[in-house]
């Protein structure tokens, strides 16, 4: 008898502890210039995701790596505990500081075609109940620019 608690126990245990499913990526919105200096800028934006799971999840940890027209601009980190309701939408803000001159040869092309895309990607680490694991992203938007 006690054998078959444990492996019902067992069961249910994983049955319950399936891996997140990713976050889908929804849009990029508010996209600002926060601060311009010759030597170092800042860019803020907010990020609308969907959780498609059935349940809170908890994001511990974003680390990624932010692109403007398919060039490295900065590095991003976040290590805060959110977290998002079970089957809903949410926004994310995020700001970003990265040495001007990584974008200066983007400002000529984004200008005349009045659009730039942004790609970020990286890994979260989402879980619940404390257990985490670490979960890919790469997201792409295009941009429109208003000059």
């Not at 608690?5 to 997140?20: E, R, S």
């Not at 200096?37 to 995701?49: I, K, Q």
Request: charged share 20%.
């Amino acid at each position: 008898m006690k054998k078959y608690l444990l492996a019902l126990a067992l069961l249910v245990l994983a049955c319950g502890c399936k891996k997140p499913m990713a976050f889908e990526f929804r849009g990029i919105k508010n996209v600002q210039l926060q601060q311009s200096a010759l030597d170092n800028s800042a860019l803020s934006a907010t990020l609308t995701f969907f959780n498609p799971n059935n349940y809170v999840v908890q994001i511990k940890n974003i680390s990624s790596d932010v692109y403007i027209n398919n060039d490295f601009i900065t590095h991003y980190d976040l290590d805060t505990l959110i977290k998002v309701p079970g089957n809903s939408l949410f926004d994310f803000n995020a700001s970003v500081n990265f040495a001007t001159a990584k974008i200066l040869k983007n400002v000529l092309s984004s200008f005349f075609s009045k659009e730039a895309t942004i790609r970020i990607v990286g890994k979260s680490k989402v879980g619940r109940s404390g257990f985490f694991v670490n979960v890919p992203f790469d997201v792409n938007s295009k941009q429109k620019l208003n000059f």
